[in-house]
């Protein structure tokens, strides 16, 4: 079955960096684009960003834009988020997401991640 395992998640200082790193299993990794979308408490889930099959395109919610990197490792069935200039804002659970046409849409458990201010 399919598995999508986050890490990397904790508590940072404002301006501070992260990596979130998410270990996929059960799938054809290189043939699915991935995702990350984050969610805080009482807020909907919301995208954050987005990388294709081969990792050479990806996509952001503008308020990451320039500050968060998604990339891929197609070898090691990984996809990272590269989290810079973190604000108290960007405190929530992220969680990783792989959307396979007519096979399902599946996420992780989720990461937290806390920024202090």
């Known amino acids: 079955q399919v598995q999508l395992v986050e890490s990397g998640g904790g508590l940072v200082q404002a301006g501070g960096s992260l990596r979130l790193t998410c270990a996929a299993s059960?799938?054809?990794?290189?043939?699915?684009?991935m995702a990350w979308f984050r969610q805080a408490p009482g807020k909907d889930r919301e995208f954050v960003a987005a990388v294709n099959r081969g990792g050479d395109d990806t996509r952001y919610a503008d308020s990451v834009k320039g500050r968060f990197t998604i990339s891929r490792d197609n070898a090691k069935n990984t996809v990272y988020l590269q989290m810079t200039t973190l604000k108290p804002e960007d405190t929530s659970v992220y969680y990783c997401?792989?959307?396979?046409?007519?096979?399902?849409?599946?996420w992780g458990q989720g990461t937290q991640v806390t920024v202090s201010s």
């Open positions: 997401n792989a959307d396979m046409p007519g096979l399902g849409n599946y």
């Open positions: 059960g799938l054809t990794f290189r043939s699915y684009a």
